[in-house]
């Protein structure tokens, strides 16, 4: 009977073993809105802003007593998150708050001083997922940069790294690149949360603001999402889940290329592929390299929006066996140079883009002078292995986790 009994504990989810992570949101109510008394607030947020049982911050915030929630601000898709990708996102109203929304993603990417006016304080609540090229970044680090010019307070409600913050992978951003999707100076996969890059980006920009980060509670480094506690939700109308969230730092870089990455399918990120691709030939050239943590299925789809939209694609879904192991930027290198092997007149990249998603030019550079896949990704991790030790320093987690905040100015 005790051996039974032994045996069911061992079966226990990963989930069971970890207590249910208290967001920055939770964490601020606790404490019964101190930071936020007799200040007129705006709020940074979308769907994703919610607390540990889904309710959201806009509504929280707009009854909290003692707190002026007077201005709202979206990101890409939208304040609800239902714009497409790269869809201009146009300033409107909440109907549930009745508060104005402004777009930091239509005329202007920024909150101008205009938009600031008679704000106390910015409050930023977003969920990332881990990938530099996804754009609710770089709206946090546009704000704190306006945040400072303009002498407002800052405040970070900080959310877990749904694909952990112990792995990193790729180059870090090279100075050289400055753009909406490549802005902030760290590595393809960074295993930093929205707090601990708002920290990063102030102090190496040496920003003269503000800034407060409502700490978690419970969350650890090494947390994959469902380790949490915490229901996912949708980031955006492509990211749906934590396979595709994990994947998306490799996948997702084939968006400067002519192949489909399932956008306008039911698995967008989970599934690539494209009319002219061999699909079957493909997946026998993939087992020849090192991939760990990967399988891959030949997998046919028409999407029915986005590249190649109403055409048959052969394409193959990536499946994730071992995610500790997997390593989606290394699997990036392998299927671009896999593709360059069997299509090199069909498969072509966006060469003026590829830089924003490998960090730098220098991935143009090592396919040119042959270097096979595995040499590049050693490159690639030793540069990964730099950016892990020159983090530590703005790093909240693994630190000091009796912290409930971090303010630095």
Known sequence: MKRAIFISVLMLSSQALWAKVMLGIDVLEKNKFDLLEGKSVGLITNHTGVNGQGKSTIDILSKAPGVKLVKLFSPEHGIRGDALHGQTVVDGKDPVSGLSVLSLYGRTQRPTPEMLNGIDVLVFDIQDIGTRFYTYTTTLAY???????????????????????????????????NHFTAYLRVPVRHGMTVGELANWHCKTKGLKVKLTVVMMQGWQREMWWENTGLKFRPTSPNIRTVTAATLYPGIGGFEATNLSVGRGTSRPFEVFGAPWLNAKVLVSRLSFFRTPGFEFQSADFK???????????????????????????????????????????????????????TGSDRFEDMLERGQSAETINTQWRDEAQKFIEKRKEYLLYGVDDEEEEVVTE
């Open 303 to 357: 999407p029915k929006s986005d590249l190649y939209a109403g055409e048959e694609c052969q394409g193959i879904k990536v499946i994730l066996k071992d995610r500790e192991a997997a390593r989606p930027v290394d699997l990036f290198v392998v299927i671009f140079t896999a593709l360059q092997e069997l299509h090199p007149k069909k498969f072509k990249a966006r060469w003026d883009e590829m830089p924003r998603i």
């Open 143 to 177: 704000a704190l940069e306006e945040a400072a010019k303009a002498g407002i307070e800052f405040i970070v409600l900080d959310r877990p790294n749904p694909i952990t913050g112990s792995i990193v992978e790729g180059e870090p951003l090279d100075d050289s690149i």
